[in-house]
Nanobody, 119 residues
Framework: VQLVESGGGLVQPGGSLRLSCEVS????????MTWARQAPGEGLEWVSVLYGGGTGDINAPMKCRFYSSRDNAKNMVYLQMNNLQCEETAIYYCAVGASIALGVDSVYRGQGTQVTVAA
């Protein structure tokens, strides 16, 4: 199972980025998928969960700014991030399952993509 995130980079405060996660070796259809992030010196924080049935949830601090989606046909998940703030500088990961939202790391998590928010 391999997850490869892309789309990170440097963005100014208030800017937007769209992250992508390509999954291989595992069919995401019907499975929960999570976006998480880890800021320097901090623990892993869940950002969004997309459940296999089509529903999803966004962590409260990111609601109304972040949106996640999936394309089961392409075996990919996406994270649209708007109005980014400096404190959201972190490595962003996608992962299989919903365990990160419960404080347990996923067995399958990508290498992450760096998002830096700075003026």
């Amino acid at each position: 199972v391999q997850l490869v995130e892309s789309g990170g980079g440097l963005v100014q405060p208030g800017g937007s980025l769209r992250l992508s996660c390509e999954v291989s070796g595992f069919t995401i259809s019907g499975s929960a998928m999570t976006w998480a992030r880890q800021a320097p010196g901090e623990g892993l924080e869940w950002v969004s969960v997309l459940y296999g049935g089509g529903t999803g949830d966004i962590n409260a601090p990111m609601k109304c700014r972040f949106y996640s989606s999936r394309d089961n046909a392409k075996n990919m998940v996406y994270l649209q991030m708007n109005n980014l703030q400096c404190e959201e500088t972190a490595i962003y990961y996608c992962a299989v399952g919903a365990s990160i939202a419960l404080g347990v790391d996923s067995v399958y998590r990508g290498q992450g993509t760096q998002v830096t928010v700075a003026a």
